[in-house]
């Protein structure tokens, strides 16, 4: 059986040491807390970060910590010094990944340092968990911390099995594209099979930014990412509810709960946060003073249990934030406050979880109205907790839960009166009502739970892995590599066939940018030198790109314009087909308006085609009007001798009769070939492809369906492979 590896920053046990010896104490956290239950009767592996300072520790104090987390909690710790914490942790996790995922971009830094500190911590996760790999594991790794690891893993791991679950918000591409280091963590994250978010909101959002920042085709919830087909979906995290729902409190505990003195009549309503900005709880301590304004029949009637779990001391955004909480608090029970009535009870604490959970109980209104969240789990606890069907739910439209919990009251956070008028609703809605939308929430809870989550996560991880695994093993053609190697060696007539663009040389804004470079040329000739070989450029590139581009490569041959025209060596470039171009006057003026309403379009002419290229237009734009203009360019050519053809960011009006099968033509005439080798990337090479005898050597570059026997992840391997066939 698959063992799984989970990975996160922090480790569900976090140890601290006493003047006894190493204490070990269970993590607070979302992340940690959902993920225990699973990862007790999974029988996984947890890495991550323990929570104690390297230097604290002695070497033996290390070795036995490793000892004990390893065999009582099946945690393996990686160890943090107090800059790393400081560089990566409160650095580039907190200072920018955070605020801006959260959508507070403007008080996100951008630092080199910090950036630099990310890398690295994220290579030492790698170097770690590359200990624990073995055949057949899962590796599945956690939040905001590590977006780079599956990177990293599947550089040594190209066939492990890799998920990403991101349990903060992933932010819009306006947003997002403010990352100066956007790309690297694009491509960090897409190298894994399957990239889970909470929310479709996220999943769009991380979609936009893949195509609009990487240029990457999208489709049904797949990213086209080099040969990969990633998958992308939503899993909204559930909780353990049995825990929760078997959770009694009696009178004692009742009793012992501080801030509850249960003055018959009395309401309660709770509020349970981390410090931090993205909570709202300024917002919503204005909103209950408003409340209370408002309705002042519910003085002396009603209290605020604020929960506050300390955060980030030390850090002076967030002491401030404490400090406008407690001057607000104060305000609010001198303004309202009485004798015998506190409006507020404030607890900065933290509380372990049963203790908590006495809260749920007790509480009528469970207040979670945070600005931004990647989901809330705290919302689903307390629903969980009340077996009565009793209580509700205010909870914020901008948090993930809200599009689960869609029987609760939704508020938007930022609306002081809304929220004020949620908690009136709340505490006055009949109870039958309040039973009819709980018993709902109850269903939903029970079904998706913690075990449904990871299990949905897993199942479709497993399924998107078998399937790129399935492509890799028919298609991959490292796994075939020494027996073609051996061929190619043994061959006395070899014929190589190579398209251009996309297969030996990278995508370019301008077409006329994508002239071979040195490397190229060299590795070219290289090749053309060996009497063996016949070596052809089978391009949609015109003549005379190819005459200057190539002229100084000696024996190299030619198709060029998709077929239309060829040059063997030492010969003269001639016409497979006559062609017809009366038919661009009438397309032409169509291309013309659609290039105006798509700024960074351009159309490029050839002898048989027009070419409509917008790999430089926005995606939206894209979006909205290149179906249009494909349906105007279907309608104009009809079913005359004319095809529309769809490539990578270019439409094609071209004479049918031309095609790269021609390419074959270069075969005539010469000796009988026992190695032929075909390579291209596009739609347009899928004719050659087809058009070969099976035992010809067809490779298609990049991903996306294809006739071609085998496949290479993009051009840059493509010269590697043809440099080990210049070399044999």
Not at 175 to 193: K, S, V
Not at 277 to 294: H, N, V
Not at 465 to 490: C, F, G, W
Not at 613 to 621: E, F, K, P, T, V
Request: charged share 30%; proline share 4%; glycine share 6%.
């Amino acid at each position: 059986m698959s063992t799984i590896l989970i990975i996160s920053n922090r480790l569900p046990v976090t140890v601290k040491k006493t003047d006894k010896g190493l204490e070990f104490i269970e993590s607070i956290g979302g992340l940690t807390t959902g993920l225990k239950t699973y990862h007790e009767r999974s029988g996984s592996l947890w890495i991550g970060w323990p929570g104690i300072l390297e230097e604290e520790l002695t070497a033996e104090e290390k070795e036995e910590a490793r000892e004990i987390l390893r065999e009582r909690y099946k945690c393996v710790p990686i160890f943090m010094t107090q800059e790393e914490v400081d560089s990566f942790y409160y650095g580039f996790c907190n200072n920018t990944i955070w605020p801006l995922f959260h959508y507070f971009n403007t008080i996100a830094e951008y630092n080199q340092t910090t950036w630099e500190a990310y890398r690295r911590m994220n290579r030492r996760f790698c170097e770690t968990v590359k200990d624990f790999i073995r055949e057949e594991n899962i590796v599945w790794i956690h939040d905001y911390q590590l977006l780079l690891l599956p990177e990293m893993l599947k550089e040594d791991y190209p066939d492990l099995a890799v998920g990403l679950f991101l349990h903060i918000p992933f932010p819009s591409y306006e947003l997002f594209r403010q990352i100066p280091w956007r790309e690297e963590i694009l491509r960090g994250m897409l190298n894994a099979d399957l990239v889970g978010f909470h929310t479709y909101d996220y999943v769009r959002h991380f979609m936009r930014s893949a195509q609009r920042i990487l240029g990457l085709e999208n489709s049904m919830n797949s990213v086209f990412y080099e040969n990969e087909e990633v998958k992308v979906g939503a899993f909204p995290m559930g909780i353990d509810y049995e825990r929760f729902a078997m959770t009694k409190t009696g009178d004692d505990a009742i009793n012992k709960t501080g801030g509850f003195t249960r003055i018959p009549g009395a309401r309660n309503i709770l509020s349970v946060d981390r410090l931090d900005y993205s909570k709202g709880i300024i917002e919503r301590l204005e909103a209950y003073r408003y409340f209370l304004e408002k309705y002042p029949r519910y003085r002396n009637k009603v209290y605020l249990n604020l929960i506050v779990a300390p955060s980030r001391e030390g850090i002076q955004g967030y002491d401030e934030l404490h400090g406008r909480i407690e001057n607000l608090v104060s305000r609010i029970n001198s303004t309202y406050g009485s004798f015998n009535w506190m409006p507020i009870y404030y607890l900065f604490q933290t509380f372990p979880q049963d203790e908590i959970v006495k809260y749920y109980h007790l509480s009528d209104v469970m207040l979670v109205t945070s600005l931004r969240d990647g989901m809330n789990l705290v919302a689903k606890e307390y629903i969980a907790s009340r077996q009565d069907y009793d209580g509700m739910v205010i909870i914020s439209e901008t948090a993930g839960a809200a599009s689960e919990l869609v029987e609760a009251i939704s508020v938007n956070p930022y609306d002081v009166p809304e929220i004020a008028e949620g908690i009136r609703e709340a505490l006055e809605m009949p109870a039958d009502e309040k039973e009819i939308r709980n018993k709902a929430l109850h269903r939903r809870l029970i079904r998706y739970d913690i075990k449904f989550w990871a299990r949905d996560f897993l199942d479709s991880l497993n399924e998107a892995y078998i399937k790129n695994r399935s492509v890799h093993d028919t298609q991959n053609i490292e796994n075939r590599l020494p027996q073609i190697m051996e061929a190619y060696k043994k061959a006395n007539r070899r014929i190589i066939c190579l398209d251009y663009d996309g297969t030996l040389v990278g995508f370019w804004p301008l077409p006329e940018q994508a002239k071979p470079d040195r490397e190229l040329l060299k590795l070219l000739s290289r090749l053309t030198a060996d009497k063996r070989n016949l070596v052809a450029i089978v391009t949609g590139r015109d003549r005379n790109n190819l005459e200057d581009w190539f002229g100084k490569v000696k024996n190299l041959c030619f198709v060029a314009s998709h077929g239309l025209w060829i040059k063997k060596p030492g010969g003269e470039w001639y016409k497979t087909v006559e062609v017809a171009s009366g038919w661009k006057e009438e397309i032409r003026p169509m291309l013309e308006m659609y290039s105006d309403r798509m700024p960074g379009s351009i159309i490029e002419e050839k002898e048989e085609s027009l070419s409509f290229h917008y790999r430089m237009c926005n995606a939206d734009m894209v979006a909205s009007q290149l179906s249009e203009l494909k349906m105007a360019l279907s309608t104009a050519i009809g079913s005359s001798y004319l095809a529309l053809q769809e490539g990578k960011k270019v439409l094609e009006i071209k004479d049918i009769r031309v095609s790269k099968a021609n390419a074959s033509m270069i075969f005539d005439g010469a000796e009988k070939a026992d190695f032929i080798f075909g390579a291209g990337d596009d739609v347009t090479d899928e004719n050659f492809f087809k058009a070969m005898p099976k035992e010809v050597i067809t490779v298609k570059v990049g991903a996306g369906e294809t006739a071609a026997r085998y496949r290479l992840k993009g051009w840059q391997d493509m010269r590697r492979l043809l440099k080990a066939m210049a070399d044999a």
